[in-house]
Each structure stands twice: as structure tokens, then as C-alpha cells.
């Protein structure tokens, strides 16, 4: 059941450590990234039922910490949406970097749907992907996370190289295009050429989940491979 009151996500500072959040451990931890372009509407409408119907209801459904790059764009405004549909999850941490999140039309408005907001030093898009990627490291193991990606470009694709480097899991969502769609096509031998996208196909665990695929197979992979 979706909560009657949500309350405006808790803004942190980059330096706060996770204990300080007061997040009970051991819940289940899912990164979503990828897209957030403003010209793929048509994508955000296909994927909504799998973020929604399933990854958020899901999540609402096992208190699972959710991590996300926080913005009212693309994939996390959808994902954002399910969880106001759905309920929220224990939480949902948004990371996106402090100078680049303002009222629009300067910047960018965050998601209200998130119970927090860690907000990082920088100048450009990606210079939080160190700070999302530490915060997952300090929550837990990599064998209690996994990271859904949907299409996603240059810097989804680094922090995809994060969640390798920290032996992390990924589920990606076939024909989303952009990183996602690369990605699965250097592991199946269809793209060559690409050294950073055949560095991770051959060294990441990766998982796959068609785009149409119905919001409750996206469940089922998720309590299997969340146990």
C-alpha cells in the first residue's frame, strides 16, 4: 500500500557517512542507471511497467534500499512515479551532483518520491558516480546488490566500469538501447572494436531481461537473485 504522507527526501552532504542515515542493514540493494534524455520519451513509456508494476512494487514489497541518480528525468522520474503508486521502499537514495540540481529552467529538479538526496561536489554530469558507487560499497556486499540498467551513455557505461570493479551484478534490460544494448552485444560477439564495453562483458556478471518482459518475471529474477 502506498504511503498516505510523503515527506520531502532528506538532503545529505557528500561527506555524511552511511551510518549516519539510519538505514537498517541487510535489506536488498538494486542501482538503477541509465537514461534520462528528455528525447526518449517513447522508451521511458515502453520500460514503465518493468520499473514500475515491477521494480517498484517489488522493492515497496521487500523494504529493499534503492539507489538512483535522483533527478526528475527519464528513468528515475518513472521509477519515481511507481514508488508513489506503490509505496516507497525502506529507501531510495538519490545521488546527483549539488551544482547541477536546481528549479528548473537553470538545472535540473530532483524526484520527490526519494526518501534521500546525497548531493556531491562537481561541475558535470558524472562527477557523482564515485559517491553512488562508494555508497553501495559501504552498505554492504556486492553478493546482496545488483544493478538494473536501462539504455544509458558515456556515463552509465562508467558506472557500470564502478560496479565491476567492485565485483557487482548487473541485470540489464534488453532492447533499451544506448550502454544497455552495447553492452549485450559485445557479450554475445556481435560488437568488436569497443575495448571498454568488451573489458566488462568478459569481466562483469551480467543478466539479462528483455524490455517487454511482463513486471512480474522482472519480480521473480529479483527475489532469486536477491535472496
Known amino acids: 500500500m502506498p504511503n498516505q504522507v510523503q515527506?520531502?527526501?532528506?538532503?545529505?552532504?557528500s561527506a555524511q557517512p552511511i551510518q549516519q542515515l539510519y538505514i537498517p542493514s541487510g535489506r536488498p540493494l538494486v542501482i538503477l542507471n541509465?537514461?534520462?534524455?528528455?528525447?526518449?520519451?517513447?522508451?521511458?513509456?515502453?520500460?514503465?511497467?518493468?520499473?514500475?508494476?515491477?521494480?517498484?512494487a517489488w522493492a515497496a514489497r521487500r523494504g529493499a534500499v534503492v539507489i538512483t541518480g535522483g533527478t526528475n528525468a527519464g528513468i528515475f522520474a518513472v521509477l519515481g512515479q511507481g514508488f508513489a503508486r506503490y509505496g516507497r521502499p525502506m529507501a531510495c537514495i538519490g545521488v546527483a551532483v549539488a551544482q547541477l540540481v536546481q528549479p528548473p529552467p537553470e538545472g535540473v529538479a530532483?524526484?520527490?518520491n526519494h526518501t534521500h538526496m546525497l548531493l556531491t561536489e562537481g561541475q558535470h554530469w558524472g562527477a557523482e558516480v564515485y559517491a553512488m558507487y562508494a555508497l553501495a560499497a559501504a552498505y554492504g556486499p556486492p553478493a546482496h546488490s545488483l544493478t538494473i540498467v536501462v539504455g544509458g551513455g558515456p556515463n552509465t557505461l562508467r558506472e557500470l566500469e564502478y560496479c565491476a570493479a567492485q565485483g557487482g551484478r548487473m541485470l540489464v534490460v534488453e532492447g533499451s538501447g544506448g550502454v544497455a544494448d552495447a553492452l549485450l552485444d559485445s557479450l554475445s560477439?556481435?560488437?568488436?572494436?569497443?575495448?571498454?564495453?568488451?573489458?566488462?562483458?568478459?569481466?562483469?556478471q551480467i543478466y539479462r531481461i528483455n524490455l517487454h518482459a511482463p513486471p512480474h518475471v522482472l519480480q521473480v529474477l529479483l527475489d532469486a537473485l536477491m535472496r
Do not use: D, F, K
Not at 189 to 204: D, F, K
Open 189 to 204: 560477439g556481435q560488437r568488436s572494436g569497443e575495448e571498454r564495453l568488451q573489458r566488462l562483458a568478459h569481466t562483469a
Open 34 to 56: 541509465g537514461s534520462t534524455n528528455g528525447n526518449l520519451q517513447p522508451l521511458y513509456q515502453r520500460v514503465r511497467p518493468l520499473l514500475q508494476e515491477g521494480l517498484a
Open 110 to 112: 530532483l524526484e520527490p
Open 7 to 13: 515527506r520531502p527526501p532528506r538532503m545529505l552532504s
